[in-house]
């Protein structure tokens, strides 16, 4: 009679800790998967390219009625190519990059208002927190630090010069000057213009050379539809006409065409 009551006790616990033995089993088996995943997988919108664009102040300021007196091409930004303002958790904070501001007061200057930092925040907010994906630049110290590292390493302007392509009232043909930077650098960049409604020139206003992840150069893909918009109405970059002669002008150079 006891045994009759204890045989199915002892059955049902028998069960019960199979079942949750098997419970157990496979929540491991899941989080295995899961982690192996976490390993595989790269973060959502992982970008697979880096964007270094320069800009050229007398042209800028010609858009934006401001007064320029850097006679150099200038940082403009370090863009991925995916994502825009990717983790607003990431804030500004200036502190942080206080041994870098001498080189980007110089060489990444906001062109409107020089002594504001303001720009630098607004790359970081719009680009940074983007790279910031990446190992290798998910620190405002390492993405402005290697945003300056990338630009030294182009010195697009000493190409410019050396290759005798310098500010002047004499216009350039397009495939001069995208020419003589693809055969130094030996990849396609993006070279953008402003277009007057004239149509007889176009006035050269930005350079854009790419990276790969591992920040070596690349092609810099781009279709002729390619627009960059400034904060002026109506107004904006894009791709430079093969056919329209360029118009490269000097720092106090009068932009008539």
């Not at 006891?2 to 949750?20: A, D, E, G, H, R």
């Not at 088996?29 to 007398?58: Q, R």
């Not at 200036?94 to 041994?99: G, K, M, V, Y």
């Not at 920040?215 to 904060?231: G, I, R, Y």
């Amino acid at each position: 009679m006891t045994q009759n009551i204890l045989l199915p006790i002892v059955c049902s616990l028998c069960f019960s800790v199979n079942m949750k033995s098997l419970a157990v089993v496979v929540l491991l088996c899941l989080g295995c998967c899961l982690m192996t995943s976490s390993f595989v997988l790269e973060p959502p919108h992982m970008w697979s390219k880096l964007i270094l664009t320069h800009h050229w102040p007398s042209t800028f300021c010609s858009m934006e009625h401001c007064h320029s007196t850097f006679d150099y091409w200038t940082l403009h930004g370090l863009w991925p190519d995916k994502g825009q303002e990717c983790n607003s958790s990431l804030h500004f904070n200036e502190t942080l990059i206080q041994d870098l501001l001498p080189e980007m007061q110089k060489w990444w200057p906001d062109l409107k208002i020089p002594e504001s930092s303001r720009f630098w925040k607004y790359e970081w907010q719009k680009h940074g927190t983007c790279a910031a994906k990446a190992e290798s630049l998910n620190s405002q110290h390492k993405y402005f630090g290697k945003a300056l590292e990338l630009y030294h390493k182009l010195d697009l302007d000493g190409v410019m010069k050396k290759r005798n392509i310098v500010p002047s009232e004499t216009y350039y043909t397009f495939d001069l000057i995208e020419g003589n930077i693809l055969n130094f650098y030996n990849v396609k960049p993006k070279i953008q213009c402003i277009h007057p409604k004239e149509g007889k020139v176009q006035i050269l206003g930005q350079i854009e050379i790419c990276f790969n992840s591992d920040f070596q150069l690349d092609d810099c893909e781009h279709s002729e539809t390619d627009t960059v918009n400034l904060n002026v109405k109506g107004a904006g970059f894009s791709v430079c006409d093969h056919a329209t002669p360029v118009y490269y002008p000097p720092l106090k150079g009068k932009l008539s065409v």
